[in-house]
């Protein structure tokens, strides 16, 4: 049973930091994609950011560039998402995933398991 849990959501002031950790469980990680993605209410839900399963390769969603940092420990089967100058903007419930391949994608269709989510709010 493969298994998603994200943990580090808050509520946190225009400009602060948060750091999002989303463990994996039930079978190895080290070989696949996995990305953040965040839902705001009546929106689609959308991406934020990917890495390679080497941690070589990232990908970021334009508005979060050198703001939000993706990075992995295939050791520890988790991948973080660290979030720095936060906007009200960002405020959205954020999902990790995990795609079973090695290639990155941006798309949340091609992803094959889920977190449940964290909500990050930022207040103005």
């Known amino acids: 049973q493969v298994q998603l849990v994200e943990s580090g959501g808050g509520l946190v002031q225009t400009g602060g930091s948060l750091r999002l950790s989303c463990a994996a469980s039930?079978?190895?990680?080290?070989?696949?994609?996995m990305g953040w993605f965040r839902q705001a209410p009546g929106k689609e839900r959308e991406f934020v950011a990917a890495?390679?399963?080497?941690?070589?390769?990232?990908y970021d969603k334009d508005s979060v560039k050198g703001r939000f940092t993706i990075s992995r420990d295939n050791a520890k089967n988790t991948v973080y998402l660290q979030m720095n100058s936060l906007k009200p903007e960002d405020t959205a419930v954020y999902y990790c995933?995990?795609?079973?391949?090695?290639?990155?994608?941006?798309?949340?269709?091609?992803?094959?398991?889920w977190g449940q989510g964290t909500q990050v709010t930022v207040s103005s």
């Open positions: 995933a995990v795609r079973l391949s090695t290639g990155v994608r941006i798309t949340p269709q091609l992803y094959d398991y």
């Open positions: 039930g079978r190895t990680f080290s070989n696949y994609a």
């Open positions: 890495i390679s399963w080497s941690g070589g390769s990232t």
